[in-house]
């Protein structure tokens, strides 16, 4: 059965290219977030520690939401480490920096998530998907949140 929800399917799937790319990114720092609240050492273990896992999980469920979006719009997800390797902006980490480059790298990660999130609501924009555009304002919103809250300790 054909889908007819209003938007065109070169629009829908070119939603959902963008999609990916968000998916991807949100995935790839999932992942950092992880490791680092794994890893991390020094006199802000207990706070980070903390919330490194508060974030990990926060970004564990915007992936699943992300990637049943683009299923909603009849796409296939991505959901391997090498598709999201070459959709994703947010670099990896292979070793295990001291807590202050952690919250750097994440302050990092959320800024190229919330770009990447601003060319899906572009796209959304575009093809008249307001679904997928009010889904990605709020993950904008949380990213430039996380970032403000990460760089905050920082200063």
Do not use: C
């Not at 209003?6 to 998916?23: C, T």
């Not at 020094?42 to 919330?51: C, E, I, R, T, V």
């Not at 990213?143 to 905050?152: F, G, I, Q």
């Amino acid at each position: 059965m054909a889908m007819n929800i209003g938007i065109a399917k070169k629009d829908r799937e070119a939603v959902a290219k963008q999609l990916s790319k968000l998916l991807a990114d949100t995935y790839s720092l999932y992942l950092k977030t992880h490791s680092f609240h794994w890893n991390v050492t020094g006199p802000q273990f207990n706070s980070l520690h903390a919330m490194f896992e508060t974030q990990y999980n926060e970004l564990w469920l915007a992936a699943d939401e992300i990637a049943e979006r683009i299923r909603t719009l009849d796409v296939f997800a991505p959901g391997s480490y090498s598709q999201f390797g070459k959709l994703s902006t947010v670099k990896e980490e292979a070793g295990v920096p001291d807590w202050k480059d952690m919250v750097s790298q994440l302050v990092e990660g959320h800024e190229i998530v919330a770009h990447t999130a601003r060319e899906t609501i572009k796209a959304a924009d575009k093809a008249g998907d307001e679904g997928t555009a009010d889904m990605v304002t709020g993950r904008l919103k949380e990213h430039e949140k996380t970032a403000w809250m990460l760089r905050s300790l920082l200063r």
